[in-house]
């Protein structure tokens, strides 16, 4: 009931409801003295003409206090939404960029230089990359997967690949594994066959999957069959991001990498497979375009595998990446990932296509 109604004129009998006994019957006289024979009735501010808040009010106006008034709450206005957004790459492109040019420099120079240059130089990512590993085992899940023998190990599995093939890699990784089940009995028995399994996994991971790189060198035309398998893995590894950050919208993985989408599995594919046949007419000796087509569809493939498996561990670890030693791209292990599970089926393919 608003103001108005409640202010309207009085019934002809002079009060609201039915006459009473004793009361002054209507006419002038009465009329004269409205104050004195007519009930004031309460005042109630201004309320909202719904029934609720209305109620609210006219409680709030009992005598016994000064009158409150509820407020009634107002609904929030639209906000407009925000513009949308550009994609944004997750790192600084500009770094990321300039250190890959300058590690591909360094790559490329002692490949076609000097053979045992680049062993040195797989030598020292390898470690690098286990130092990283087992410190963020140790950092996170509290695993001591012992460094010491998985870094003189992978070393040896390297220089022994290169200069043994494949007997002296497997000699050598055989010799590491024992070596970690010795040096981790120097310590309390407490967390031994965790620490030592994760060292025999780090051994295999990082030092062993390298050592096919060396093999791969070992090859009358080795330094071109290693550039082939770093520029078909990079060519995976771009056509992935470019076309997966353009047009990806179902994702391959969302609980491994969420980044990682269909359309960017095929872009890998497509631009390997392209990749793969020019260098295989143009780069190895005997070889033909179609083995290409194979040998880039298998690095997509590999490298993709690889990228989340690293993922997954990493996931497992709470982490985004294994170290912070390259701007623009994390740790070694982060450049080793899809690198390491690509190297054998290159190795073997190339044997495969065109011999050892």
């Not at 019934?11 to 024979?37: I, L, M, N, R, V």
């Not at 996931?315 to 623009?328: E, F, S």
Request: glycine share 12%.
């Amino acid at each position: 009931m608003n103001d108005s109604s409640w202010g309207a004129a009085p019934p002809a009998t002079g009060h609201w409801g039915p006459p009473e006994q004793g009361a002054a019957p209507a006419g002038p006289a009465y009329d004269e003295h409205p104050a004195q024979q007519t009930r004031p009735m309460p005042i109630v501010p201004d309320g909202p003409a719904n029934g609720g808040d209305q109620d609210d009010d006219r409680e709030a106006a009992r005598p016994g206090g000064p009158p409150h008034r509820h407020k009634t709450p107002q609904e929030p206005m639209a906000t407009p939404p925000p513009p949308p957004q550009k994609k944004r790459a997750g790192r600084d492109l500009r770094a990321a960029i300039g250190v890959g040019v300058g590690l591909g420099a360094v790559v490329v120079a002692s490949l076609f230089v000097v053979k045992a240059v680049f062993i040195g130089v797989i030598t020292v990512a390898v470690v690098v990359g286990l130092w990283e590993l087992t410190s963020r085992l140790n950092e996170k899940k509290g695993i001591k997967a012992p460094l010491v023998p998985l870094a003189v190990g992978g070393a040896a599995m390297i220089v022994a690949g290169y200069l043994r093939g494949p007997e002296g890699a497997w000699i050598a990784m055989a010799l590491t594994a024992l070596a970690v089940l010795v040096w981790r009995m120097t310590q309390p028995p407490e967390g031994y066959l965790r620490d030592v399994t994760a060292g025999i996994f780090a051994a295999f991971y990082v030092p062993f999957l390298a050592t096919f790189v060396a093999l791969m060198l070992t090859a009358p035309d080795g330094s071109r069959r290693v550039l082939l398998f770093l520029v078909l893995t990079v060519v995976s590894d771009t056509g992935a991001y470019a076309v997966g950050w353009r047009f990806g919208t179902h994702k391959l993985a969302p609980r491994i990498s969420p980044g990682k989408t269909w359309e960017g599995l095929f872009g890998a594919v497509v631009f390997a497979m392209t990749a793969g046949a020019l260098c295989m007419q143009f780069i190895i000796d005997d070889g033909i375009w179609w083995q290409g087509l194979l040998l880039g569809l298998a690095v997509a493939a590999t490298a993709t595998l690889g990228d989340l498996g690293e993922s997954m561990i990493k996931r497992d670890l709470g982490i985004k990446d294994m170290g912070t030693l390259l701007p623009g791209h994390g740790g070694i292990m982060d450049r080793l990932d899809s690198l390491l599970p690509t190297a054998p089926v290159v190795w073997l393919l190339l044997v495969i296509f065109v011999g050892s």
